[in-house]
């Protein structure tokens, strides 16, 4: 199987080998034959007969970054664990039987140097400490093997990004970043760096897309997609061009298997160099920040809204006291543009403002209950990674009582949304954890067949309004869904209120 792996590839190899040499793809050939008629495009020959040259030139500034890390672990000194007896004995001498004892960890990555006088880029995460853990020592290797203690100068979590600094009595080889923003879909780019500890590993591929968004809602959800080989180890590696320039920092791979699978993510240069830069000179890095949750604006949304696909980003909640609150900003806005810059998934609303100075005053257009609106919001300063997972840490499993079954056994059915709802009274609400005087009409039953069942509504949750109008009886909810329906409209917007979490928006299908 090995060597039959060996022979398939070497053929495919050979394959594109021809058809770049003679700058006429076969694809195109192919279907000039199918259709005499059909005019043939013939692409300009640009690739290289070989990466040899430029990876000689690149390769001496590309580093092997290893950390020694020490981390605190529990260990259990009870003679008798894993018995019967592990209880009994283990309440008497409890002290003495948990110590803490530490080991050492390390971890790989890789980097490139960046001046003559020894800074160094790499990714953040490749130097910072696991759980527990703190980091003892910090190493560059050099591809000619000559190791150096590196100073970790400064690390941005927000970015994964950071900057160490080595030193010697002679010049570094170094390189420098390029512009990301004249890259393009099917360039050529190679990548340098030490997946799996081995270090100066060369792969080559072309960009597959340019400022990929992967959806994970960060402020730098921005990436260019290479085919390129990228594999654990070749985190905060270079991508370069063919001029030999960084133009993106190998950061991250999607993989069902853990290995290369053809779709890895590099941080921009133009994202990565003013950052960079910052923290050389040992300034704080400081970003823009609305207070709002958000999210994508999906078919089902602008369904519901009657709004165009891939445009704007939806608010599901407004921090009290924030930048948004101040603005006006309510939750249920759909934000469109930013400082006169369209917000679409290759340019998020956390990306526009991270990228603006904190007190700084800007416009921002949104549709609120269909109609356009344009404020301006003075941009706060955003908090750091820690803060912010600290304020999403809700609690996803709180348990919903519900009233008994004969109460609910008088909900009204909307079909259209595959809901069973009833009235929610002051006693229900109190069971539901929200204020006596609290409206809205609670889900009795969901028909797990219902596009409200596949996303998650269940018994317990609160309707507070349905296409942003109050709802206080089964009969308004149904008003609502019949005139979308009249309207042509393939979706309502329903705001869901669940014990333990802030309301949010749903947008559910009608059928």
């Known amino acids: 199987m090995r060597y039959a792996y060996g022979l398939t590839s070497a053929l495919l190899v050979g394959g594109a080998a021809i058809s770049l040499v003679t700058?006429?793809?076969?694809?195109?050939?192919?279907?000039?034959?199918?259709?005499?008629?059909?005019?043939?495009?013939?692409?300009?020959?640009?690739?290289?007969?070989?990466?040899?040259?430029?990876?000689?030139?690149l390769q001496p500034a590309v580093v092997n970054i290893s950390t020694r890390q020490r981390i605190e672990v529990q260990q259990n000194t009870n003679p008798f664990a894993g018995t019967p007896f592990a209880e009994l004995f283990g309440r008497r001498g409890e002290k003495r039987g948990q110590q803490r004892q530490t080991r050492e960890a390390q971890s790989l990555g890789s980097g490139f140097i960046i001046s003559a006088d020894g800074y160094v880029v790499t990714n953040n995460h490749v130097v910072s400490p696991t759980q527990r853990g703190t980091v003892e020592e910090i190493t560059v290797t050099m591809p000619d093997g000559t190791e150096y203690p590196a100073e970790l100068v400064g690390n941005d979590a927000a970015s994964d990004l950071a900057v160490l600094k080595i030193k010697r009595n002679s010049a570094f080889p170094f390189v420098t970043f390029g512009d990301s923003k004249g890259a393009?879909?099917?360039?050529?780019?190679?990548?340098?760096?030490?997946?799996?500890?081995?270090?100066?590993?060369?792969?080559q591929g072309i960009v597959s897309a340019v400022y990929r968004n992967t959806g994970s809602?960060?402020?730098y959800d921005r990436y260019i997609q290479t085919d390129a080989s990228i594999n654990r180890g070749n985190s905060g590696g270079p991508m370069f061009d063919m001029q030999g320039n960084v133009i993106g920092i190998n950061n991250a791979i999607f993989s069902p298997s853990g290995g290369s699978v053809g779709i890895g993510f590099a941080i921009p240069a133009e994202v990565a160099t003013p950052i960079v830069k910052k923290l050389m000179a040992g300034q704080e890095i400081e970003r823009g920040?609305?207070?709002?949750?958000?999210?994508?604006?999906?078919?089902?949304?602008?369904?519901?809204?009657?709004?165009?696909k891939n445009r704007g980003e939806f608010v599901q909640a407004v921090e009290p006291k924030a930048a948004a609150a101040k603005a006006g900003i309510q939750a249920g806005d759909i934000v469109v543009k930013v400082n006169n810059k369209d917000v679409t998934p290759d340019q998020s609303l956390s990306y526009l403002v991270a990228n603006i100075s904190p007190g700084t005053k800007v416009p921002l257009q949104l549709y609120r209950d269909g109609q356009r609106l344009s404020v301006n919001v003075t941009v706060?300063?955003?908090?750091?990674e820690?803060?912010?997972?600290?304020?999403?840490?809700?609690?996803?499993?709180a348990e919903t009582p519900m009233p008994d079954s004969d109460s609910a056994s008088s909900g009204i059915i909307e079909e259209s949304i595959g809901l069973q709802v009833i009235p929610l009274?002051?006693?229900?609400?109190?069971?539901?954890?929200?204020?006596?005087?609290?409206?809205?009409?609670?889900?009795?039953?969901?028909?797990?067949?219902s596009d409200a069942g596949t996303k998650g509504l269940r018994r317990g949750d609160i309707i507070l309004t349905a296409n942003y109008k109050e709802i206080t009886s089964p009969a308004d909810l149904e008003k609502i869904t019949a005139k979308a329906e009249a309207a042509g409209r393939e979706a309502v917007l329903l705001r869901i209120q669940r014990r333990g979490l802030p309301a949010q928006y749903v947008a559910v299908r009608l059928r």
Do not use: C, H
Request: hydrophobic share 40%.
């Open 289 to 308: 920040y609305l207070g709002v949750r958000i999210q994508p604006v999906t078919d089902d949304l602008a369904a519901s809204l009657g709004l165009p």
């Open 380 to 384: 706060g300063k955003r908090p750091s």
């Open 425 to 449: 009274t002051p006693q229900i609400a109190t069971q539901l954890g929200v204020t006596p005087d609290t409206s809205g009409l609670v889900v009795a039953a969901v028909d797990p067949n």
């Open 184 to 203: 393009r879909v099917g360039d050529w780019v190679i990548a340098i760096g030490n997946p799996f500890g081995l270090g100066g590993t060369v792969t």
């Open 23 to 57: 700058g006429y793809p076969a694809g195109a050939q192919v279907a000039q034959n199918d259709d005499a008629n059909m005019e043939r495009v013939v692409p300009r020959a640009g690739a290289p007969e070989s990466f040899a040259d430029l990876t000689e030139q």
């Open 386 to 397: 820690e803060d912010l997972a600290k304020q999403q840490n809700f609690d996803p499993d």
């Open 217 to 219: 809602g960060s402020a």
